[in-house]
């Protein structure tokens, strides 16, 4: 048993286009809100975000998707087994939240996971599929991390053109 946190803190990069010069003048500013959770649910929380002032609305919601996970009592080789079948059953459902969730179950117990029944079932094999959901799910910067898990030296432009092309050429050559 537990608590969630009644507060959320989160980052994120605002990108300021200045079209009255020539060329247009861009800047990136880190922005730093915490908000308070507005209501939670078995696997999301919801939390209301000030909009940048110039927006029409005042605020825009957001909804989170986690896992919690009770670190006072151990989980069972069984579970991680059944929560790692459980990731790859919902992303070939194409449910990538799920998936994610489950995955990181695993990793998250047990950062050295090997499936019990078939050693070629690892906690590398979770990364690659983490990878490719947080990409299908437009989690790029997260999908960079499962990436960099596994291939610390390769190197990425996020402000390249080319960015999602090289990112999803990393993932297809991780996947093999």
Same mark, same amino acid.
């Given at each position: 048993? /537990? ?7 989160? @980052?994120?990069?605002?990108? @300021? ?7 247009? /003048?861009?800047? %990136?500013?880190?922005? @730093?809100? =915490? ?6 649910? #078995? ?10 002032? *110039?927006?029409?609305? $005042?605020? =825009?919601? =957001? ?17 991680? $087994? ?5 990731? /790859?059953?919902?992303?070939?459902? +194409?449910?990538? *939240? +799920?998936?994610?969730?489950? #995955? +990181?179950?695993?990793?998250?117990? $047990?950062?050295?996971?090997?499936? #019990?029944? $078939? ?6 094999? &979770?990364?690659?599929? &983490?990878?490719?959901?947080? %990409? +299908?799910?437009?989690?790029? !910067? @997260?999908?960079?991390?499962?990436? &960099? =898990?596994?291939?610390? /030296?390769?190197? !990425? ?7 999602? !092309? ?11």
């Amino acid at each position: 048993m /537990g608590t969630i946190d009644t507060v959320v803190t989160w @980052n994120y990069v605002l990108i @300021n286009i200045d079209t009255s010069t020539t060329p247009p /003048g861009t800047t %990136y500013t880190v922005q @730093n809100y =915490i908000t308070p959770v507005v209501r939670f649910t #078995a696997q999301h929380f919801i939390t209301t975000v000030p909009t940048d002032t *110039n927006a029409v609305a $005042d605020s =825009i919601s =957001i909804t989170y998707s986690f896992a919690y996970i009770d670190t006072t009592t151990s989980v069972t080789g069984f579970q991680k $087994d059944a929560y790692a079948g459980e990731a /790859g059953i919902y992303k070939a459902s +194409n449910d990538e *939240n +799920n998936a994610i969730i489950a #995955a +990181n179950t695993v990793l998250y117990t $047990d950062p050295t996971y090997v499936f #019990a029944h $078939d050693a070629s079932v690892t906690a590398a094999k &979770l990364h690659i599929l &983490l990878a490719r959901s947080y %990409y +299908n799910a437009k989690l790029f !910067y @997260n999908a960079v991390t499962e990436v &960099l =898990i596994l291939d610390p /030296g390769w190197t !990425y432009d996020p402000f390249s053109p080319q960015f999602f !092309y090289e990112l999803a050429k990393k993932i297809e050559e991780l996947e093999g």
